[in-house]
């Protein structure tokens, strides 16, 4: 059974920073490009980044120099650092594990809300 278990969600004030991470059970985690995408209220999921099996990535231009993404296949785990946090991050963050050929897989997603 393929699980995909979000953590590290939480209220932050606005300019802090939270970490995310995803651990993975249930795939073959190295062969699976991971991405993270959100969701705000009334809104649609959007991407946030992606990290591809070689360690590609591709970030959404409203998070380039804030946000990385990094994965350690050793620990089945893909991780979201965010810094300088903004009101307009805040959003349920899904994890998303993709293979071409076998399929696509989403957690349960972790709410991130930044306020004062």
Not at 8 to 36: E, H
Not at 67 to 93: C, G, H, W
Request: with cysteine; charged share 15%.
């Amino acid at each position: 059974q393929v699980q995909l278990v979000e953590s590290g969600g939480g209220l932050v004030q606005p300019g802090g920073s939270l970490r995310l991470s995803c651990a993975a059970s249930g795939i073959t985690f190295s062969i699976y490009n991971m991405g993270w995408y959100r969701q705000a209220p009334g809104k649609q999921r959007e991407l946030v980044a992606t990290i591809t099996v070689s360690y590609n990535i591709n970030a959404a231009d409203s998070v380039k120099g804030r946000f990385t993404i990094s994965r350690d296949n050793a620990k089945n785990t893909v991780y979201l650092q965010m810094n300088s946090l903004k009101p307009e991050d805040t959003a349920v963050y899904y994890c998303n594990a993709a293979q071409r050929l076998i399929g696509n897989h989403w957690g349960q997603g972790t709410q991130v809300t930044v306020s004062s």
